[in-house]
């Protein structure tokens, strides 16, 4: 990465001046420099041999803006900023350890963490080969279309593989894109680590980890969140320049354009450039959307966009989700139908309870012990009849042979309580109430009785001639019928 400062670029040359000599050696002799590679504000890289002589690249943490190098180690400029500089080193350790567990095909290898002359390295794999930079340099037309779009795809599922490990770039460009034998591409120099020493150290505030074009918005912002959209939004820009030739306008460009109402300089590549087609180009624009919100959310998505067999899958997983949402509706349904009629059923079977509970406190529909009179006596009660017809009626022929005995229906009883309540129907309540219960008792004592053997008499005319119902017609008559069966 190329840092920019408030400070002339001769700062880079100063850099180089102040790197280590060829033949220095590392870790006790276990890497020894070969060559200077590059510089920026925040390290150096070399070239170097490991202890089995083979190549390698070591990243030194060198912020030049606040250290310089003395025959022993590197030192803070300042001794006030000693401890700000050590904290920058625990961070780029911290950050190296943390990268060096991704292990993918299309993103550098760290082999080794390790402290020497008051600073940090690592050691990495030596990718030979160009740079996407390089590529472009050569003339945007270097890759045919096919090319492009399957360097792109490898890179998304790298991008893919190191975002669901909580891991972003931050630094997504052409030049951290290497092309190794056969055109696979390698993603290097990841910037998390910098970006979060300029956050912490004042000395390094002014280096700008950001590239202009590049870079999406939220990256000249401090404090501003960012998430998988913003490597998107580099990634998309880096292969915008691949295609055109020329990057993407400045993010903050396009910012300030469109909070004064004027139309955004970004030109879309949809219908615009030929050789590639529609969901490519498309999926490259929206990627660039200036707001995250409208950008492509994942790298999972875009590849779903610009792979037909991964759209169809897509499709069809969409397709099986929608069905298993209808069946999870329907059993939701079902289960939930099965409720209310179990409380239905369970309301039911309390209301027959409570009902049968009621049958102690109820009387007789017809009874025989109200006169006709009575102001509590049924005004309409069902055609009455004989009682040898109620019960034999097959003896005259009747089609009631085999009818069961009629069930004598109770009605409840409510008691209504009035003050001013006459004394004599007060009394006549209670002579009811008496009575009700003593024919309530007698008829209980006849059902616990034992069956007896019917006589002749009993099974031609039924009851029994002992029998005597007392009834308005008869209660004032002489009871000299008593025994007679009638």
Not at 181 to 207: Q, Y
Not at 272 to 285: C, M, N, P, S
């Amino acid at each position: 990465m190329t840092a920019t400062a408030s400070e002339p670029q001769a700062d880079i040359d100063d850099l180089q001046a102040d790197e280590l000599k060829p033949g220095t050696e590392l870790l006790h002799g276990q890497y020894t420099i070969e060559g200077f590679l590059n510089a920026g504000g925040f390290g150096v890289t070399y070239l170097a041999k490991d202890s089995l002589a083979r190549t390698v690249v070591i990243k030194e943490c060198y912020p030049a803006a606040m250290v310089r190098r003395t025959p022993s180690r590197v030192r803070a400029r300042a001794g006030s900023s000693q401890e700000e500089f050590d904290s920058i080193v625990r961070l780029f350790e911290a950050e190296a350890l943390r990268l060096s567990k991704l292990q993918h095909p299309n993103i550098v290898g760290i082999h080794q963490v390790f402290q020497d002359y008051g600073t940090a390295y690592m050691a990495l794999d030596f990718v030979k080969g160009k740079d996407m930079l390089d590529v472009i340099e050569e003339g945007h037309n270097a890759l045919p279309p096919y090319e492009v779009k399957r360097i792109l795809v490898k890179v998304l599922d790298a991008i893919t593989y190191i975002h669901a490990n909580d891991v972003l770039h931050r630094d997504i460009s052409p030049d951290n894109i290497l092309l190794a034998a056969g055109n696979e591409p390698v993603l290097i120099d990841f910037g998390a680590a910098r970006e979060e020493a300029t956050r912490k150290t004042r000395a390094l505030s002014a280096i700008h980890v950001v590239k202009d074009g590049y870079s999406p918005n939220e990256f000249y912002l401090a404090g501003n969140q960012q998430n998988a959209s913003s490597d998107l939004y580099s990634l998309a820009a880096t292969f915008y320049h691949v295609i055109t030739g020329d990057p993407p306008p400045n993010s903050q460009t396009r910012v300030a354009a469109i909070a004064a109402g004027r139309q955004d300089p970004y030109e879309p590549l949809q219908k615009r450039i030929d050789g590639y087609d529609e969901h490519f180009l498309k999926a490259i624009d929206t990627a660039l959307n200036v707001f995250p919100k409208d950008r492509i959310q994942s790298a999972g998505d875009w590849l779903e966009q610009i792979d037909s067999e991964k759209r169809k899958q897509a499709a069809l997983k969409k397709v099986s989700d929608d069905r298993e949402m209808e069946l999870s509706i329907q059993r939701i349904v079902a289960e939930t139908n099965l409720a209310v009629m179990a409380e239905r059923a369970k309301a039911e079977r309390e209301k027959k309870r409570n009902r049968f509970a009621l049958k102690a406190f109820q009387k007789p529909k017809n009874s025989l012990l109200l006169p006709e009179d009575d102001p509590l006596r049924d005004p309409n009660p069902p055609p009455e009849k004989s009682e040898m017809k109620r019960r034999h009626g097959w003896f005259g022929g009747s089609e009631e042979k085999d009818a069961p005995e009629e069930e004598v229906v109770y009605e409840e009883v409510v008691e209504t309580l009035v003050e001013d309540l006459p004394e004599e129907l007060a009394e006549r309540i209670s002579e009811i109430e008496q009575a009700v219960a003593e024919e309530l008792q007698r008829q209980e004592e006849l059902a616990a009785e034992p069956p007896r053997k019917r006589s002749v008499w009993q099974r031609l005319f039924g009851g029994s001639r002992g029998s005597y119902v007392e009834t308005p017609e008869n209660r004032t008559e002489d009871t000299s019928l008593r025994g007679t069966g009638t």
